[in-house]
């Protein structure tokens, strides 16, 4: 098992187009969380999946992003129309939660944006 | 909702010397809280967790941390930092067993070792 990978680990882009992240989890892991982290602060919840099956979405989440987990494997976040604001490392993590209990969340290395 | 505090945003040590670095959480119930830390570029691994009992809890790399109810807090330590240990610092809450879904962050303290 490799952990959770997330591509591509740097994305440079100007103000006004889309961009694609990508989230592998660990295999058997049935939960997918995506963060958003800005310089300085500490990683902001955006949006969690459990299986296909997307839970639970941050008022951050503004209608420009969307994220997707079709087969609940893989998960992938877009931005659209991409603005200056959104430049920040956006974190994977993956878990495998009972429904109860602990909940303990392995995060991948993450995927830093930059918006010119 | 719960949140998480940490109130130093920077701490300098010399290599050798012992390491605290606060956290105080809000939350009505008792949580479940962790610490994570992120060198540069990288993303977070998990140090060290509390859920239940023992209020003293051991992690990787040497560290510590003691659950205190009384004062909301949920201090790491560490008795002789090393240069390696100079990183980025999280303290982390979810809302306890049933409510587990949304991991609140501080916004992080930042450790510089000394030579």
């Known amino acids: 098992d490799t952990g959770v990978s997330q591509n591509p680990r740097h994305k440079i882009t100007k103000r006004g187009q889309n961009v694609t992240f990508r989230c592998d989890p660990i295999s058997e892991h049935n939960r997918l969380y995506w963060y958003r982290q800005t310089l300085g602060q500490g990683p902001e919840f955006l949006t969690y999946f459990q299986n296909e099956a997307q839970l639970e979405k941050s008022r951050l989440l503004s209608d420009r992003f969307s994220a997707e987990r079709p087969k609940g494997s893989f998960s992938t976040l877009e931005i659209q129309r991409t603005e200056q604001g959104d430049s920040a490392m956006y974190l994977c993590?993956?878990?495998?939660?009972?429904?109860?209990?602990?909940?303990?969340?392995?995060f991948g290395a993450g995927s830093r944006l930059t918006v010119l | 909702a719960q949140s998480v505090t940490q109130p130093d945003i920077h701490i300098t040590v010399s290599e050798g010397a012992s390491l605290e670095l606060r956290c105080n959480y809000s939350?009505?119930?008792?949580?479940?809280l962790f610490w994570y830390v992120q060198s540069p570029g990288q993303g977070l691994q998990l140090l060290l967790k509390y859920f239940s009992g023992d209020t003293l809890v051991q992690g990787i790399k040497g560290f510590e941390a003691e659950f205190k109810r009384s004062q909301s807090s949920f201090n790491l330590r560490k008795p002789s930092v090393h240069w390696s240990d100079a990183a980025e610092y999280f303290c982390a809450v979810v809302g306890g067993a049933y409510n587990n879904n949304d991991m609140r962050f501080g916004a992080g303290t930042r450790l510089t070792v000394k030579p």
């Open positions: 939350y009505g119930a008792t949580p479940y």
């Open positions: 993590a993956s878990s495998l939660a009972t429904g109860s209990g602990a909940n303990v969340l392995t």
